[in-house]
């Protein structure tokens, strides 16, 4: 166990988990709540106990395994669906969906487990995944202990009460608000640098709380001249001037505030912003002798020296600045979060998905604005996503305060909204419990027709007045009378079909309609592997799907016959949203990858950027290895997934071989 000076909070927890209880921590990111969660592995590993860390996206759960197995040597493993390695290991990091799925297909495997750890559990709020983390704690066996990190949230506490409620030990509620690296807010507005919101209303926004929106050329000769007001015996249009971005960098650099992290909301943006300013340069001679050796030895490491996305990022690593997005490969991405934490990279240019939990601060963070697209429209930053990213702002032992700039064009945000995003109170936590038919059916297995009295102990119901939880039981009722219907269950027990849809979460009732007909049986590992991949595959706006060749035409038309089905049915028992299409965008390329073709010869068959690619493919890999091992399929569709995983499952695809480079 290490000896340092914890602060007051963490030791506050240390203590409790001492005590043997669940406890819930709520800090600013970068306060130090890691240290809490490094206690109670320690702790467990001492005792020869097993400890799972579930974390919400991959790449911090890829990340955690680095960071635990440099700590742990050979004492970590890591599940993520389509990775797994050393899983019986008594730390497992996995991503919760993983756990929430053991939980039922393998409740034996958690007889050792003393402790769960749930990182970012404020993420049970998410609108397409936090039903997960309420499942996860829902159903953990008794014996086992919680330590729930989360940001800062008002409701806490109800949470913790929550929690505390379906547990048979207490919980320990622990809330630090004090920042140990404070923050500094800066604003950019009409190309000048304010530090105070009072004067930056005055002179950034001209006294007034909001503006006319928009600022363009379709404003200035508008037909009503909405936007004038009057000086002396003129009017004049109310026009904002320019931030320029490279102004804000060289005030950066000349004030010593590098590195920089600047959050961009979208990939084309940040690539856009990077490749703006590569006439900077922040590396002197010797930094740029290292970062060359440092970036070619790593790009040697991960087979990247002949991608043309690597090459094309060494202009900019060699002046000491990057892009990094979802949209990259992997590896590279992997190289240059390497490059970041050695110090080497001096501004970056990203999207949010780096502010989620992966431990790389910086002097400051730049908002490159205050409004991003929330899955289904765009709006101001909610406080608590604000928060998340201007958190990694000052590095602790290294500055004494972390600068955040927001980049504020008055057009386009009132100045009441600014300082609400800024200064307000952070969101409070949102049950968006919604079982999927999948879970249902592992419940009915466990509970029959009881599975109705599970409801109570949901987070949904400890939040709802009385109509909510009338809503919310309606909608477990009327799933099950679907499944019912559609011959899922028998009398207390699942049947056949239900066995094999309970292993397919998210995907149930499509596949569970094709393996019924046999159609899954006729299918070759290239079909196979089309007709998964647009199962998983999420058009971003705009997308379109190019014109299916007639061999995978044929398997489109049957998917979305058999959808149409589902939907008429889910529609008749009124349950929304419907299950999900299918999206046939990537089929061209799926079948020239498993037919063998190199990766950098993908681009010819679709027009997905290449992370996705590799995210897609490794999904489908996923659900490969669920069909393998799913009840009630035949030796021969087993082979065909064996083979198919095979064929997929290579190059910059491998991501174990990826972890294992790291």
């Given amino acids: 166990m ?14 409790a988990i001492d005590l043997e209880k669940s406890v819930l921590v709520s800090a600013p990111t970068g306060a130090g709540k890691t240290a809490i969660a490094e206690y109670a592995i320690e702790k467990a590993l001492e005792r020869k106990e097993r400890v799972i860390y579930t974390a919400p996206i991959k790449a911090l759960s890829n990340q955690k395994y680095r960071d635990f197995s440099s700590r742990y040597p050979d004492q970590v493993g890591l599940l993520t669906g389509d990775v797994s390695l050393n899983p019986h290991a008594p730390l497992v990091i996995m991503t919760t969906e993983i756990y929430r799925n053991q939980l039922f297909e393998d409740p034996e495997r958690l007889k050792n487990t003393t402790w769960v750890i749930f990182d970012e559990v ?42 505390g409620s379906i547990m048979a030990h207490p919980i320990e509620v622990i809330i630090e608000a004090h920042r140990p690296v404070p923050l500094v807010n800066l604003f950019q507005c009409q190309g000048q640098i304010y530090s105070d919101p009072k004067i930056l209303k005055k002179e950034g926004y001209l006294g007034r709380e909001s503006w006319p929106s928009g600022g363009g050329r379709r404003d200035f000769f508008s037909k009503q001249r909405r936007n004038r007001f009057r000086r002396g ?13 490279d102004d804000l960098i060289r005030h950066l650099a000349r004030e010593k505030r590098l590195p920089c992290l600047y959050f961009a909301f ?28 440092l970036y070619q030895t790593l790009c040697e490491r991960f087979d990247l020296l002949k991608e043309s996305s690597a090459v094309e990022m060494k202009r900019l690593v060699e002046k000491g600045i990057a892009f990094h997005h979802a949209g990259m490969l992997p590896t590279l991405k992997e190289v240059i979060e390497q490059l970041f934490t050695s110090k080497l990279i001096k501004l970056i240019f990203t999207t949010e998905t780096f502010a989620l939990g992966i431990n790389m601060p910086a002097k400051t963070v730049v908002f490159d604005e205050l409004r991003k697209f929330y899955g289904t429209h765009f709006a101001f930053l909610r406080t608590r996503d604000f928060f998340q990213m201007a958190g990694r702002a000052g590095r602790r032992g290294m500055d004494s305060c972390g600068y955040v700039y927001s980049r504020v064009n008055p057009h386009f945000i009132p100045h009441h909204a600014l300082l609400r995003v800024i200064y307000g109170d952070p969101e409070p936590i949102e049950s968006q419990f919604n079982s999927c038919y999948a879970t249902l059916l ?27 939880r009338e809503k919310g039981a309606a909608a477990i009722i009327k799933k099950l009378s679907l499944l019912r219907g559609l011959g899922h269950l028998a009398e207390e027990r699942l ?5 094999f849809a309970s292993w ?42 190019r014109e299916l060749p007639p061999h995978l035409s044929n398997l489109a038309k049957k998917a979305h016959h058999h959808l149409r089905g589902i939907h008429f049915k889910e529609s008749a028992h009124k349950i929304f949203p419907l299950t999900k299409l299918p999206h046939f965008h990537l ?70 071989k990826q972890l294992r480079n790291m």
């Fill in 504 to 545: 397919m979460y998210g995907y149930e009732l499509l596949l569970s309609e094709m393996l019924e007909d046999g159609y899954l049986e006729k299918l070759n590992e290239t079909q196979l592997s089309v007709l998964l991949s647009a199962l998983v595959f999420e058009p971003r706006k705009n997308q379109v799907a």
């Fill in 587 to 656: 089929a061209r390329a799926v079948e020239a990858w498993v037919g063998g073709c190199q990766f950098k010869d993908l681009e010819r068959h679709t027009d997905v950027d290449e992370g996705e690619i590799i995210r897609y493919f490794r999904m489908v890999i996923q659900l490969l290895r669920q069909l393998r091992q799913a009840p009630q399929v035949s030796d021969q569709l087993r082979e065909t997934a064996k083979r198919a995983a095979f064929k997929i499952n290579r190059d910059l695809v491998d991501a174990e």
């Fill in 266 to 293: 979208g990939r084309k943006r940040a690539e856009e912003l990077a490749w703006e300013h590569g006439k900077f340069d922040f590396l002197d001679a010797g930094e740029k002798a290292e970062v060359q050796t």
């Fill in 233 to 245: 015996n003129y009017e004049q249009t109310l026009r904002a001037k320019p931030n320029r971005t």
């Fill in 122 to 163: 404020h993420y049970l709020d998410d609108a397409e995944r936090g039903t997960v983390w309420e499942e996860a704690i829902m159903f953990s066996p008794p014996h086992v202990r919680f330590l729930a990190l989360s940001a800062t949230a008002p409701n806490i506490r109800e949470l913790a009460d929550w929690i």
């Fill in 495 to 499: 049947s056949q079909k239900g066995e």
């Fill in 2 to 15: 290490r000896m340092f000076q914890y602060d007051p909070f963490q030791q506050k927890a240390i203590e």
């Fill in 442 to 468: 592992n419940l009915y297995a466990q509970f029959g027709s009881k599975l109705i009295e599970i409801y109570p102990r949901s987070f949904h119901f400890y939040q709802s007045n009385k109509h909510g």
